[in-house]
């Protein structure tokens, strides 16, 4: 492996980088949104190359909005929000006990037939 002899100058150094600088990229303006883009790649803002949409985000949003019928407003969802919340608890409590009375009543029934087959 090569090993310099002597240790490069700062003036060699210097002389030798002088043509090693960063360039400005380019950078052109989007059809669509106006957003400064590099050259040659996807708008990030709106996701459009050359006026035609290719982020496939874009892509999924405009099918979703073109899928999505308007939302109509139903007659369950209007009565659930005149109701008050305590009644509509009330009511579920009342049929969980409603079942457990029934489900205890028929192990009752279970038990003493049982015993009478025995």
Not at 8 to 27: D, M, Y
Not at 37 to 47: D, E, F, N, R
Not at 53 to 65: A, C, I, Q, Y
């Amino acid at each position: 492996m090569a090993v310099p002899k002597k240790r490069t100058g700062h003036s060699a150094q210097g002389h030798r980088r002088s043509n090693w600088k960063a360039t400005k990229p380019e950078t052109t303006v989007c059809s669509n949104c106006g957003a400064t883009v590099l050259t040659h790649t996807v708008c990030t803002a709106c996701g459009y190359y050359k006026g035609k949409p290719v982020s496939l985000k874009d892509r999924v949003e405009e099918t979703v909005e073109e899928k999505k019928p308007a939302k109509k407003s139903s007659k369950k969802a209007e009565t659930a929000e005149e109701k008050p919340v305590e009644t509509v608890e009330t009511t579920e409590v009342e049929e969980v006990k409603a079942e457990e009375t029934e489900t205890a009543e028929e192990k009752a029934d279970d038990t003493v037939s049982e015993k009478e087959a025995e």
